[in-house]
C-alpha cells in the first residue's frame, strides 16, 4: 500500500452520522466538564476511540486496521465538535470564552520494520479541521427540562432503536417547536409520532396472528395503513384486537416487559394528545390548552409511552 492509497483509505473511512450526533450530545453531557478539551476526551474514551501513535507501510504489515482506527478517532472527534456546537446553539452549555479550540489530525507513518530501512514522514488532514468552543458553563435556565432542550437529547433520552424514520423526524420537529415555543405545533407534531408508534405497533402485532387468520391479517392491515379509519378507531382497533387475543400476545408483553395497563395508559396520554390537538381546528374548542406545562408534562410521559410501545413492536417483530 502506498501513502497515497493510505491516506485515502483514511480519508474514505471518515464517517459522521445523525445517530453519531445523538449519542455524543447524552456522552458530552455525562461527562460534563468546563474544559471543553477535557469533556470531549472523556466521551470519546467512553466510546473506545483512540489515536494509533503511528501507522506502518510495509509489505509485511496490514496497515487497514490502523487506518481505519484512526478514522474512526477522527470521526468521533467531529461529531464531538459538531455536538458541542449543538448544546451551545441549544442553549444546553454557554460559552464563557470568546476563543476557540482547533481541532486538526494528523499522524506519522514509517516504512522501516525491525531489520530493515525506510523513510519516515507525516500526513496532516486539513480537510477535518474543525474548530470548538474552549470553555463553557452550564445554562441556568431552569424552567426547561434538559430533555426538551435539543432534539438528539430527546432521542438519546428515549434511546429507541430501529424507530421509524417519520416518527423520529416528527419527534424532531416537536422538540423544536417547543424550543421555539410553538406549543400548538409542538403538540401536532407530537401527535403525528404517537401515532405512527400505535400503527406500527399495530401492523408488527397483526404479522404475529397464526396462518388460518390470513384474511383477518389482511384487513387489518388495510384498516390501520390506510387512509379510510380515523387515529382513534386505528388505535382504539389495535388496543381491542391486543385485549381480546392475549392467547397470542401475552408472551410478547412478558418479552417486552410491558404490562396491559401500561399499554391502556398509554391510549389516556394519546387521547390527550389528540384531545390537544383539536385546537387545530377551526371553531372546535379543545379541552385541553397547549401551555407550556400541559405540554411538557405531554412530552415527559412520552419518555415512558412510547418506550412501551416500541418495545412491544419489537418483541412482535
Known amino acids: ?7 485515502r483509505l483514511v480519508v474514505d473511512n471518515v464517517d459522521v452520522r445523525r445517530q453519531h450526533l445523538v449519542l455524543m450530545k447524552g456522552l458530552l453531557l ?40 484512526f478514522a474512526e478517532w477522527i470521526s468521533w472527534w467531529i461529531v464531538g465538535c459538531e455536538a458541542l456546537w ?17 481541532f486538526h ?58 424507530l421509524h424514520s417519520e ?17 400548538t405545533a409542538a403538540v401536532v407534531m407530537l401527535g403525528k409520532a404517537s401515532e405512527g408508534t400505535w400503527i406500527e405497533m399495530g401492523l408488527a402485532l397483526v404479522s404475529t396472528l397464526p396462518d388460518h387468520e390470513a384474511d383477518k391479517r389482511q384487513k387489518l392491515r388495510q384498516d390501520w395503513s390506510g387512509p379510510d379509519l380515523g387515529f382513534a378507531k386505528k388505535m382504539r382497533g389495535i388496543m381491542k384486537l391486543y385485549e381480546g387475543r392475549q392467547d ?9 416487559n410491558v404490562r396491559l395497563d401500561e399499554l391502556r395508559l398509554a391510549m389516556i396520554w394519546s387521547d390527550s394528545l389528540r384531545d390537544a390537538r383539536n385546537v387545530v381546528h377551526h371553531n372546535v374548542a379543545a379541552n385541553i390548552n397547549p401551555t407550556f406545562e400541559m ?12 418506550k412501551a410501545l416500541h418495545r412491544l413492536t419489537v418483541a412482535a417483530k
Not at 248 to 256: D, I, Q, Y
Not at 295 to 306: D, E, G, K, P, R
Request: hydrophobic share 45%.
Open 30 to 69: 455525562e461527562h460534563y466538564n468546563d474544559n471543553s478539551t477535557v469533556m470531549l476526551q472523556a466521551a470519546i474514551q467512553r466510546l473506545g476511540a483512540s489515536k494509533p501513535l503511528e501507522v506502518v507501510l510495509h509489505p509485511t504489515v496490514d496497515a487497514a486496521p490502523v487506518l481505519r482506527q
Open 295 to 306: 405540554v411538557s408534562t405531554l412530552f415527559l410521559a412520552a419518555l415512558t409511552n412510547l
Open 167 to 183: 416518527v423520529e423526524d416528527a419527534l424532531r420537529e416537536a422538540v423544536s417547536c417547543f424550543r421555539a415555543e410553538l406549543y
Open 248 to 256: 397470542v400476545f401475552k408472551h410478547l408483553g412478558a418479552t417486552a
Open 105 to 162: 489530525p494528523g499522524i506519522q507513518w514509517t516504512t522501516v520494520v525491525p531489520g530493515s530501512g525506510g523513510e519516515r514522514a507525516g500526513w496532516d488532514f486539513a480537510e477535518f479541521m474543525i474548530s470548538y468552543p474552549n470553555r463553557l458553563t452550564r445554562s441556568r435556565a431552569s424552567t426547561v427540562p434538559q430533555v426538551l432542550c435539543d432534539p438528539d437529547l430527546f432521542l438519546h433520552e428515549l434511546s429507541l432503536p430501529g
Open 1 to 7: 500500500m502506498t501513502s497515497d492509497e493510505a491516506r
Open 86 to 102: 449543538g448544546l451551545v446553539h441549544s442553549n444546553v452549555l454557554l460559552t464563557v470564552a470568546a476563543d476557540v479550540n482547533t
